[in-house]
């Protein structure tokens, strides 16, 4: 079966004002975030992706124009299923704000059970993502073969829910997982078992160095629900 390339978008400008962006319109790219689209042609050079699919929110279709320029024979999909979790009630709120709600800390400690209000469970958005990926799977080895790549670009909860599922660990251990803006993920696909092969690769250390003050609120965004 296919390999997977999950890519999350870049920088947002919802994640430098510390904002749970969720479906809010007309969050786009930060200029850090905008330098990272552009570099991720580069990165995926030596990848033969047979096809790219992408949440319709305006930051994963700014992520993946540079990588469609560059590639125009790139068929780019988009999918609503790979869209951002539906925060509802929380939506552009600030993250700052909602770490008082009782129902953060069912988020952080108990997600399995966190249903946002007005919006949608946790469970679901992650049962809607993986359904998806097994279309596409099949989809994509039907088309272009089983060692086929193919690649999708969506948001911090939902790449983090594959992963969880994919390696058998529970929901509720998925905000252990991080993936940083423009981060690289992978997950070969085979008949028994799926096996992650990179996890958050951004090729760059220097957020691993030591912080000189508390984490910022960028940081505490770096997986849209979850904290670093």
């Keep these: 079966m ?6 999350r978008h870049g920088r947002s400008t919802a994640n430098t004002a510390g904002l749970l962006a969720g479906w809010t ?19 995926l050079a030596a990848l033969p992706l047979a096809e790219a699919v ?16 560059a590639r125009p024979d790139l068929t780019v999909h988009t999918d609503d299923r790979i869209g951002e979790c539906h925060y509802g009630d929380w939506s552009g709120r600030k993250l700052a704000e909602l770490a008082d709600e009782p129902l953060m800390e069912v988020v952080q400690q ?9 919006g ?11 359904e998806a990926v097994r279309e596409w799977n099949a989809r994509v080895e039907r088309d272009h073969g089983p060692d086929a ?15 969880a599922e994919a390696i058998g660990l529970h929901l509720d251990l998925f905000q252990r997982i991080s993936v940083e803006p ?18 958050g690769d951004t090729g760059d250390f220097a957020s691993l160095a030591p ?3 508390p984490a910022s609120q960028d940081a505490q965004v770096g997986g849209d629900t979850g904290t670093p």
């Design 149 to 163: 790549v193919y690649l999708m670009c969506s948001h911090g909860d939902i790449i983090k829910s594959l992963v």
């Design 54 to 69: 992408t949440s319709p929110l305006q930051r994963c279709q700014e992520t993946l124009a540079p990588l469609g320029a």
């Design 182 to 199: 423009c981060s690289i993920t992978a997950i070969r696909y085979t008949r028994l078992r799926p096996f992650l092969v990179r996890l």
């Design 120 to 130: 949608e469970s946790l469970r679901a958005m992650q049962t809607r993502a993986a």
């Design 211 to 213: 912080r000189a003050e």
């Design 25 to 43: 319109p007309g969050v786009g790219l930060d200029e850090r975030g905008a330098r990272q689209a552009a570099a991720l042609p580069g990165r």
């Design 110 to 118: 108990h997600p399995s059970a966190a249903a946002f209000p007005g």
């Design 2 to 7: 296919p390999t997977l390339i999950l890519v």
